[in-house]
């Protein structure tokens, strides 16, 4: 079956509000609970780093938004450095995000997949087998790209070090050859060099790299193709223009006004195109799993590889395209001209009740006044944040589970 773009996007869409009160009433407190989450997640790490308690009292107004940002940087740099207490703070505040993300993914993506309603009442959050069989997929689409992923690009990895390492070697040379008592001391670079040799460990090893990935990339998407029916010959072509086209498109994207032959880094900018290629594809492949494994009930993989067989991949890269522009579009218009005119209505109503209020008051001016407004358009602004995130989160389910909906009509 052929993956509609603009009818998928619209099913997620109008999911998205259609069921809004659903949605809001499944969300609402496991969202509120991330928040918190996070907050204490936030003032946990500095309490950590200053080995004493941080509390609001501790932070200037704002700047909480920033602190979050560097809370982040510095709990997994800390966990990688092997900080006992970060590694708990780290892994303790993601698999509390990962339960509460799930809890309410789970119900709507099978309300949207297969219309089951989720369980009633306001003051719930939704556990058991579907949001574990959520997490799972998506731990272990992550886990599938790293696991193709990963050996590659150590093996690049070490590539480039051992001929780094080689290049560095450092040889004993006579320069005259009548005399003994001359030494000089020269590494691999600078004899390979005056041979002629050296272009070959600084361009050509890498690009002989570049070109195992290309075909690896090309027969990944020959067998692709082929094994959606296409046959041999077309599917070999297919991956051949669209390595063709990926490659010259990136380049005219990045720099057009470099020769790439004549450019050192051709050949490592080639190698990350290629392996992020690879990774792309493996990705797209997997996306819709953890959709399709919470409707089936069922962590096979069968339904997720036919629903992105073929075209249909290019089709799923479509939606994503068309489903990031229509946020973009909404996220514009309602953060740079809904809220900003409600910000200055709400300031042209404090000044229209400050004078009303001087009037009234002797010409002075009334203290709670402005203490009031900021806090109302602070309540304005949660609500309009956490309005817009609940789209978002029934948009993502609808996707998933319109998605799921298809692979059951291309399994039929």
Known sequence: MRLGVFSTVGEALNFATRRYETVMRVAWLPVTFLFIGNIAFVFGVFSIRAERLITFADIRPGAFEGLAQVANGIAISQAFAGSAAFIVITLASIILQALLIASYMAPLIRLKGIGEEPAPGVVRISAGPDPLRYIAGQVLSIVGVAMIVAPLALSFFYIGNEIQSALQQIFVAFPNAESLH??????????????????????????????????????VITFHFFEAGTGLIQSVITAIAILVGLTAGFYFLSDISTSPLSNPDTPLILVRLYGI???????????????IAVCRRSMGLFSVLKITRGWNLLRLVGIFIVF?????????????????????????????????????????????MLPFFNFLWSVISIVVRYLWLFLSIGATAGLLGSLYRQSVISST
Do not use: C, H
């Open 182 to 219: 001359q030494i000089e001391y020269r590494d691999t670079r600078s004899v390979l060099s005056d041979q002629g040799k050296i272009w070959f460990l600084d361009f050509g090893a890498w690009y002989f790299i570049a070109l195992l990935g290309a075909g690896m990339l090309t027969a």
């Open 277 to 291: 290629s690879l990774l792309v594809y493996i990705g797209l492949r997997l996306f819709p799993y953890s959709g």
């Open 324 to 368: 990031v522009v229509a946020f973009a579009i909404a996220n514009f218009l309602l953060f740079s001209i809904a809220v900003p005119a409600a910000r200055t209505t709400v300031v042209a109503l404090f000044q229209m009740s400050n004078v009303m209020g001087r009037l009234s008051n002797g010409g002075e001016e009334l203290t709670w």
